[in-house]
């Protein structure tokens, strides 16, 4: 039951994250500042994701 609550949550961050990039469609590659500030976000939240999975398999039987 845990798990597919992870999993759940873990859908909707991937759903989330699919809608920003939607919605920026390109925006940010005309302003090279932004596009560093979004490319720096986009690895900490990665950087998050893959600890957050890493955890989770930590718990896994």
């Known amino acids: 039951m845990e798990g597919d609550r992870i999993a759940r949550a873990l859908?909707?961050?991937?759903?989330?994250?699919?809608?920003?990039?939607?919605?920026?469609?390109?925006?940010?590659?005309?302003?090279?500042?932004?596009?560093?500030r979004y490319d720096r976000l986009r690895r900490e939240a990665e950087s998050a994701l893959e600890e957050v999975d890493a955890l989770i398999e930590s718990f896994s039987p």
């Open 11 to 36: 859908a909707r961050i991937e759903a989330a994250s699919a809608r920003i990039e939607a919605a920026a469609g390109g925006c940010a590659a005309s302003d090279p500042h932004l596009q560093a």
